[in-house]
């Protein structure tokens, strides 16, 4: 049972545009989302998270959307860069307390064409 | 948020071996986490390590094959057992910051390879 999904295992976006990742949920306990990219042989590196009592959360060039009432998020970026390169996953959790698990979605490879 | 010193960062074996993975943190916490990644797959949790009592396992992992060790706050300890080659995974260790707009902080992998 899948309870994180990411249904694009991939994505091409052309540099200086917008990268759109998203990423469903069925689980209602879920009530922190996490994005995290991740490049080969290294660990995954925490970009920006959401607490489900926002719509919106933004830092920098990222930027996260919830629509709970559809249990769907999505991970902007803009501008793209070639760095940012990678696989994306998303992630949840039923708190933001740091002592809980999360459940990740299957990741994206976003691929930046310069 | 937190630093992790993961080690090995990788490692080929035989089959039947077992691999000790150390993950060693910069600071205090309560509970740190183990995960797998196989080839292609996503992140799973393999169990959660509290110091001073017995780690618990998800669903599908069990201690035999999984022992884990938290002797202090900052230090725990993966063993993969009696190896096999469907044993091969990327695994790494987490530990959580509370709050909003912190991440959870991951070690930067273990890649196993058992032939």
């Known amino acids: 049972d899948q309870q994180v999904k990411q249904n694009s295992p991939s994505l091409s976006v052309q540099e200086g545009r917008i990268s759109i990742l998203n990423c469903d949920y069925t689980?209602?306990?879920?009530?922190?989302f996490l994005w995290y990219k991740k490049y080969p042989a290294e660990g995954p590196t925490f970009l920006i998270s959401?607490?489900?009592?926002?719509d919106k959360n933004e830092d920098g060039r990222f930027t996260v959307f919830l629509n709970k009432s559809a249990k769907h998020l999505s991970l902007h970026i803009v501008p793209s860069q070639p760095g940012d390169s990678a696989v994306y996953f998303c992630?949840?959790?039923?708190?933001?307390?740091?002592?809980?698990?999360?459940?990740f979605g299957t990741g994206t490879r976003l691929t930046i064409i310069p | 948020s937190a630093v992790i010193s993961q080690k090995p960062s990788r490692d080929i074996c035989q089959r039947g071996t077992s691999l000790t993975i150390q993950c060693q943190v910069d600071?205090?916490?309560?509970?740190m986490f183990w995960y797998r990644q196989q080839p292609g797959q996503s992140l799973t949790l393999i169990a959660t390590?509290?110091?001073?009592?017995?780690?618990?396992?998800e669903s599908g992992f069990v201690i035999d094959k999984f022992p884990i060790s938290r002797p202090n706050l900052t230090f725990s300890t993966l063993t993969v057992s009696n190896m096999s080659p469907e044993d091969s995974s990327i695994y790494l260790c987490?530990?959580?910051?509370?709050?909003?707009?912190?991440?959870?902080?991951f070690g930067s992998g273990t890649r196993l390879t058992v032939v």
């Open positions: 987490s530990v959580g910051t509370p709050g909003e707009n912190y991440g959870y902080t």
């Open positions: 689980n209602s306990m879920f009530d922190y």
């Open positions: 959401i607490s489900s009592i926002k």
């Open positions: 992630a949840a959790s039923e708190t933001n307390f740091g002592n809980e698990k999360l459940t």
């Open positions: 600071s205090q916490v309560t509970m």
């Open positions: 390590a509290n110091q001073g009592s017995e780690a618990t396992y």
